[in-house]
């Protein structure tokens, strides 16, 4: 692992969610700490600082004082954690400077058009699906707002990168995003949210057919 000039324990975050990513992490199982940290090169601590913070973000939890384990999968605290989601972007959009917003909504809409296929490699619709949304609240300047967000979604990705290989085919409803856009180009900022609230249901509603009930 590369060092950087940012504290320790937040590239050994980013290099666990990354490691996550690639599937070498299955739900539920333990977490250990003396294997991890040998191959990290790192000291217990800034490790231990790293756990502490992702189980902050749900993607662990405390295995009964014996460390840390990722947490299982939920259908739901999955429902729960889009519900959130929703809400907080939702709450992005409403707080975004509407001259912005004019200004990116026809961006938007091209994005949402210049990706036909309805069925593509879930890695491909993931790297699309966070561009747009960025895209969509990058007008937010609320920085905890975003923060929150992004923690947020840390956990919700967890079930996407366990439950869903990057190359297995998944369907994009590219028309969720294009009706978004649309309503911005109508400056109808209300209709927009609803359009992101259907959005998320939809999402959700998708990934629950790869979640096995409870």
């Known amino acids: 692992m590369a060092i950087e000039r940012r504290p320790l324990r937040e590239q050994i975050r980013d290099e666990l969610m990354d490691r996550l990513t690639r599937g070498e992490f299955a739900a539920g199982t333990d977490v250990n700490e003396a294997v991890l940290a040998a191959e990290l ?48 972007e939702s709450l992005a959009l409403e707080s975004s400077d509407p001259a912005h917003l004019r200004t990116i909504a026809p961006r938007l809409l091209d994005l949402a058009q210049g990706f036909p296929d309805q069925v593509a490699t879930h890695a491909t619709v993931d790297r699309r699906d966070d561009e747009w949304h960025g895209l969509l609240l990058s007008g937010c300047s609320n920085e905890r707002l975003i923060d929150l967000l992004t923690r947020v979604k840390a956990g919700m990705r967890r079930y996407e990168n366990l439950v869903v290989a990057e190359d297995e085919p998944v369907a994009r409803e590219s028309e969720e995003h294009c009706e978004i856009a649309r309503r911005l180009l109508e400056d109808d900022l209300p209709g927009a949210i609803t359009a992101l609230r259907a959005n998320w249901v939809g999402g959700m509603e998708r990934m629950l057919a790869h979640i096995p009930a409870e």
């Open 41 to 88: 090169g790192v000291s217990r601590t800034p490790l231990r600082e790293a756990l502490i913070a992702l189980a902050g973000e749900g993607v662990l939890e405390s295995n009964q004082g014996r460390g840390f384990r990722f947490a299982p999968v939920s259908r739901t605290e999955f429902r729960e954690l889009v519900a959130i989601v929703a809400a907080l």
